[in-house]
T-cell receptor, first 113, second 109 residues
Framework: DVKVTQSSRYLVKRTGEKVFLECVQDMDHENMFWYRQDPGLGLRLIYFSYDVKMKEKGDIPEGYSVSREKKERFSLILESASTNQTSMYLC????????????FGSGTQLSVL | GQSLEQPSEVTAVEGAIVQINCTYQTSGFYGLSWYQQHDGGAPTFLSYNALDGLEETGRFSSFLSRSDSYGYLLLQELQMKDSASYFC??????????FGSGTQLTVLP
């Protein structure tokens, strides 16, 4: 069975801390995504990657960066966490160019105090 | 760009049939996908319609009409575990990919 694994289910950090959210997929997918989900705002794309060492900004990249050193791993980095980055973070991967089927990780609920 | 419309909430009783509609406007077209998300969980893929018509997968079916820019998800023989949010999403490039705001389905006993 296909699997997207996010390193933490719940995370609590302090304002100003550097935060790493890790995501690993075991399906050899080219495409990987980071979304955040907030009540009433739906899923919003932060960054995505089509290949190793390749990254592109999504709709809300400010305050975030990403790293894709290996095909299976896509990391989201909050350089200096702020309270408005408290959210559910979802990683996803997709095998197809048209992204008709995304596989999601179980999510990381991040609280920034 | 993409624009999607779904009802925000739907309520039905166990054993009933419910239809969740999705209308969309998209600059490119690759079909329509549906996802289910339980409270506190991650979205999971339900179905994908590449062409017009009805696709059936067990109790769930999905329909697409490209000429009407319209699709729906049909859930039959509703069960309590079907209470969740349902999202429609026209596929496309990562930058085009958009998820609807979701329909919260509540199944009552």
């Amino acid at each position: 069975d296909v699997k997207v694994t996010q390193s933490s289910r719940y995370l609590v950090k302090r304002t100003g801390e550097k935060v790493f959210l890790e995501c690993v997929q075991d399906m050899d997918h080219e495409n990987m995504f980071w979304y955040r989900q907030d009540p009433g705002l739906g899923l919003r794309l932060i960054y995505f990657s089509y290949d190793v060492k390749m990254k592109e900004k999504g709709d809300i990249p400010e305050g975030y960066s990403v790293s894709r050193e290996k095909k299976e791993r896509f990391s989201l980095i909050l350089e200096s966490a702020s309270t408005n980055q408290t959210s559910m973070y979802l990683c996803a991967s997709s095998p197809g160019q048209n992204n008709e089927k995304l596989f999601f990780g179980s999510g990381t609920q991040l609280s920034v105090l | 760009g993409q624009s999607l419309e779904q009802p925000s909430e739907v309520t039905a009783v166990e054993g009933a049939i419910v239809q969740i509609n999705c209308t969309y406007q998209t600059s490119g077209f690759y079909g329509l996908s549906w996802y289910q998300q339980h409270d506190g969980g991650a979205p999971t893929f339900l179905s994908y319609n590449a062409l017009d018509g009805l696709e059936e997968t067990g109790r769930f079916s999905s329909f697409l009409s490209r000429s009407d820019s319209y699709g729906y998800l049909l859930l039959q023989e509703l069960q309590m575990k079907d209470s969740a949010s349902y999202f429609c999403a026209p596929p496309g490039s990562a930058r085009q990919l958009t998820f609807g705001s979701g329909t919260q389905l509540t199944v009552l006993p």
